[in-house]
């Protein structure tokens, strides 16, 4: 009797544990779908700031135009052990299992991680062996932790190449621009780097049903006639994936932020989803007519793939207007210093002001025992326990009052 009783415990416990476990997500016709085949509609939150660090996140736009630039001038002012010393806590701490924990209580499913390729790989100009690709271990290990809590919790990880190799566009914060060197789509081996990284990703994740697919260039902003090279490239990563991983969604994004899909169509892998950006304009039907149509040209799935930076009221109109008509979403984005838009907000560290003064010439310059105890500190700040949850972009994201 004791052992038919721990038995049925364990069954019971087992069912438990895996009750929301809903299999590899895929593509069946205008929907996504689970292995169940039920429609999955995603409601994901981009982990904006944390991998790859746009300045207007942080209060920086006035001194800083990439990351690049905050690297800098942090090194520059507190030399560059003290920080890579910052950076490392940074990386720690910025997201941890506390926020995948909170996102899945206020009722998200998925998450969008916005990957800095240096987290993963050298530039180009840095191989030594040119053509060869080094791997760094750091990018991987913070993408694994991310996938073991969002396994633990089960929401869905959709990978997200925001800043690729040389750039994908002409706006610096958001690639990590460096205008002196070849570009993306100037460089063969910077095209290259980005093919054999998303090989690497797909070698490495091909197994994992909480990966949610693979979002593969993040807002290219470039002068590309007809996009055949936008195409191509696409067409090339898609194989090179294809290759080693067959279960996979991958999510394509147009041209101009993720809104020209001119020359992208038709589809061309059968687990493709086509994922169009939405800022600063009406939440009305005909701003999403044109997506809604080649939805229905190539019964192909559409997911919103980045919008928010605007009124709580925007937001719920927003998701409505997605949820309507069965798109699914990624808000941006979770955490930014002294912002209500965000999910999060991050305090200030108290000499922030003076750091940034400093830097705009116009302040004195802080020590290095101070400028360094600010910038620990905002690597504090960070952490989720340390940050306001802005409940009112809960309340519109989900309904709840």
């Known amino acids: 009797m004791k052992q038919r009783s721990l038995i049925l415990f364990v069954t019971i416990f087992l069912a438990g544990q895996f009750a929301d476990c809903q299999g590899f997500l895929r593509v069946q016709g205008k929907q996504i779908v689970n292995e169940k085949n039920e429609n999955v509609l995603l409601r994901g939150i981009g982990?904006?700031?944390?991998?790859?660090?746009?300045?207007?996140?942080?209060?920086?736009?006035?001194?800083?135009?990439?990351?690049?630039?905050?690297?800098?001038?942090?090194?520059?002012?507190?030399?560059?052990?003290?920080?890579?010393?910052f950076y490392k806590r940074f990386l720690t701490n910025m997201i941890t299992e506390k926020d995948i924990d909170a996102l899945k209580k206020w009722g998200f499913n998925s998450v969008r991680l916005p990957m800095h390729y240096n987290l993963f790989t050298l530039p180009v100009d840095k191989e030594p062996v040119a053509g060869q690709n080094t791997w760094l271990e750091i990018g991987f290990k913070l993408t694994d932790n991310l996938l073991s809590w969002c396994r633990k919790y089960n929401i869905y990880l959709i990978l997200d190449l925001h800043a690729t190799s040389g750039g994908q566009g002409n706006d610096r914060p958001i690639a990590d621009i460096d205008t002196l060197k070849p570009r993306l789509w100037q460089s063969e081996a910077n095209q290259m780097k980005t093919v054999t990284l998303w090989k690497k990703l797909a070698e490495r994740y091909k197994d994992?049903?909480?990966?949610?697919?693979?979002?593969?260039?993040?807002?290219?902003?470039?002068?590309?006639?007809?996009?055949?090279?936008?195409?191509?490239?696409?067409?090339?990563?898609?194989?090179?994936?294809?290759?080693?991983?067959?279960?996979?969604?991958?999510?394509?994004?147009?041209?101009?932020?993720?809104n020209d899909f001119t020359g992208l169509t038709p589809p061309w892998d059968n687990n493709m989803v086509?994922?169009?950006?939405?800022?600063?304009?009406?939440?009305?039907?005909?701003?999403?007519?044109?997506?809604?149509?080649?939805?229905?040209?190539?019964?192909?799935?559409?997911?919103?793939?980045?919008?928010?930076?605007?009124?709580?009221?925007?937001?719920?109109?927003?998701?409505?207007?997605?949820?309507?008509?069965?798109?699914?979403?990624?808000?941006?984005?979770?955490?930014?210093?002294?912002?209500?838009?965000?999910?999060?907000?991050?305090?200030?560290?108290?000499?922030?002001?003076?750091?940034?003064?400093?830097?705009?010439?116009?302040?004195?310059?802080?020590?290095?025992?101070?400028?360094?105890?600010?910038?620990?500190?905002?690597?504090?700040?960070?952490?989720?326990?340390?940050?306001?949850?802005?409940?009112?972009?809960?309340?519109?994201l989900f309904g709840k009052k």
């Open 208 to 258: 994992e049903e909480w990966i949610g697919g693979y979002d593969l260039i993040n807002e290219t902003n470039y002068k590309l006639e007809g996009n055949a090279a936008l195409k191509k490239l696409f067409a090339e990563i898609t194989r090179e994936i294809r290759k080693a991983d067959k279960k996979h969604i991958i999510f394509i994004e147009g041209n101009q932020f993720a």
């Open 274 to 396: 086509y994922s169009f950006h939405k800022y600063w304009n009406p939440t009305t039907l005909e701003t999403i007519q044109k997506y809604l149509d080649m939805r229905e040209k190539y019964d192909i799935p559409l997911w919103m793939g980045e919008s928010g930076e605007n009124t709580n009221e925007w937001f719920k109109a927003a998701v409505n207007l997605f949820e309507t008509n069965n798109i699914g979403w990624s808000w941006w984005t979770i955490k930014k210093i002294g912002s209500e838009s965000s999910l999060l907000t991050i305090s200030r560290p108290a000499g922030w002001q003076k750091v940034i003064d400093y830097w705009a010439g116009k302040g004195p310059k802080p020590t290095v025992k101070e400028a360094k105890a600010t910038f620990m500190d905002l690597a504090e700040n960070v952490k989720f326990e340390n940050c306001k949850i802005n409940n009112g972009v809960i309340e519109a």
């Open 47 to 85: 982990l904006g700031g944390w991998m790859l660090q746009e300045p207007y996140m942080f209060q920086l736009s006035e001194v800083a135009g990439n990351q690049t630039d905050i690297k800098s001038k942090i090194s520059g002012l507190i030399g560059q052990k003290n920080c890579d010393e």
